[in-house]
């Protein structure tokens, strides 16, 4: 798993989510091209995070002006593509390792989830695709 560095302003952005919402986050994605944060919280964080009725995300995206996406980590690249493509019921994540060294991760998702996997222009397998490289050196996903 590849070490993920945070520059001071990151720093900041976790410290202010953590304030906001009592959840532990260990890192922040800025996703220009999506116009959103993405923040990473540690195991049994989610829920904090989020809130009741979706009142701390809320708050934290009034705070940051943007739109706020939270992620919860695993210990595998497979259940992390997994929580990152929710809230599509995955069945399956295969990962393909490359003589070329890249590794990509084939999804399959309920039939009827496929949309909400993919997401509206593509925003939940960028997310997917942006949190697999950063935390597991993943190249690529992709839906079967």
Known sequence: MPRVRLSMDDMALIATFERITGASAMDVVRDDEGDRLIFIVRPKQLGKAIGRGGANVKAAADVFGRPIDIVEIAET????????????????????????????????????????????????????????????DVTNVTIA
């Open 77 to 136: 690249a497979e259940e992390f593509v997994k929580k990152a493509l929710a809230p599509a019921r995955v069945e399956q994540v295969k990962l393909v390792r490359h003589k070329n060294g890249n590794t990509i991760a084939t999804v399959t998702v309920k039939q009827a989830d496929r949309g909400i996997a993919i997401g509206r222009e593509g925003r939940n397998i960028a997310r997917a695709r942006i949190l697999a490289k950063r935390h597991f």
